[in-house]
């Protein structure tokens, strides 16, 4: 009960702020580009009279590129935001929830920020690749819902943690689990070959499409293995206002080519991390695993800060925030968690 309290007294405090996520949504202009990529030729000339020949000669693939859907506000007062997930997800994951509610693309929308809500190249809209993969039919869902800290699945049922923010009716359960998308080009069901410099590579096409579109350089967003690619993209853009990352896969090691790309332009990061990692059930091998990444980030903060550049972690519960798992931006709270975003943007204006 303390808990909760402390949650519905911080939610209040976050909403007499500045920040105005119930206004309408007003949309000045929408619209698609990709971004990034290659093109690959084959030797030899096509042949008009013979466009069914099997080899491919003389021909093209515009291939590894992302796909990039934005909109923006009629009162752009704000940085415009590139949003990129993680393993397994596409821009979707923004833009709504299980449940039906508002997604955090709209929500900053409203609150003056233009977004650009990527597909990664390989995945969704952005699936044309230079690579094959392999399109798994493994029934692996419930190794996903325990690795991100949802809860125990007993019984054929979703059973969250105590106090959870994840929307659990049948519905929203099936409407989680058919957001996950494919990879065109990996062959592991772990996101093992994730080519984080090619995804970096488009992400910094879209930052500097977005800078050239709004005037104002973005801040990206990240979502776990997302994270990755995020750091990499300091490395090919220098319009990175700022980086978002919700529990990312890793964080930069000291000494790094990320790591000095990052401290050389003062990009301000923040890292966010739920519930369940401290008070993990210790059985789980997902406990361990979060507790390490979270304190990888911890580390990386003390020394980015020692450079003289700024990182901050924000691990929710400690903030009074409860109950959130790996996907905090679609949890029931997360227009609570979105504001304490705004307030850390405010912030290092």
Known sequence: ?????????????????????????????????????????????????????????????????????????????????????????????WMTTPDGREGWS????????????????????????????????????????????IGKWENGKSVPN???????????VDQFFRQMTPDTGMKSDMGADFDG???????????????????????????????????????YTKNIAAIVTIEPGNAPKTGSDEYIALAEQHIPVAFYFGDYIHNGDPKLSATKIWQSKLQECADFTASYNKAGANSVVFDLPKEGIYGNDHFMFQNLNNAVIAKHIEKWLQSVK
């Open 1 to 93: 009960m303390k808990k909760q309290l402390f949650s519905f007294a911080l939610a209040a405090a976050l909403t007499i702020s500045a920040v105005s996520f119930a206004a309408p949504l007003q949309i000045a202009k929408q619209g698609l580009f990709s971004a990034g990529g290659i093109t690959i030729t084959s030797p030899g000339t096509f042949d008009p009279y013979n466009q069914w020949e099997a080899t491919g000669a003389g021909q093209t693939a515009h291939v590894d590129h992302a796909n990039v859907f934005y909109q923006l506000p009629q009162k752009q007062t704000k940085a415009p935001i590139v949003f990129l997930h993680g393993y397994g997800q596409s821009r979707m994951g």
């Open 162 to 172: 105590p106090g959870s923010q994840f929307a659990n009716s049948d519905e929203a």
């Open 106 to 149: 709209d929500m900053f929308l409203k609150n003056g920020h233009g977004v650009f809500l990527v597909d990664e190249p390989r995945r969704g809209e952005a699936g044309a690749t230079s690579v094959s993969g392999d399109i798994s039919t493994k029934t692996l869902e419930q190794r996903w819902y325990t690795q991100f800290r």
């Open 197 to 235: 410099e090619m995804v970096a590579k488009a992400l910094a096409a879209t930052v500097d499409k977005a800078y050239a579109i709004t005037g104002k350089k973005p801040i990206v967003f990240t979502h776990s293995q997302g994270g990755r690619a995020g750091w990499l993209t300091a490395k």
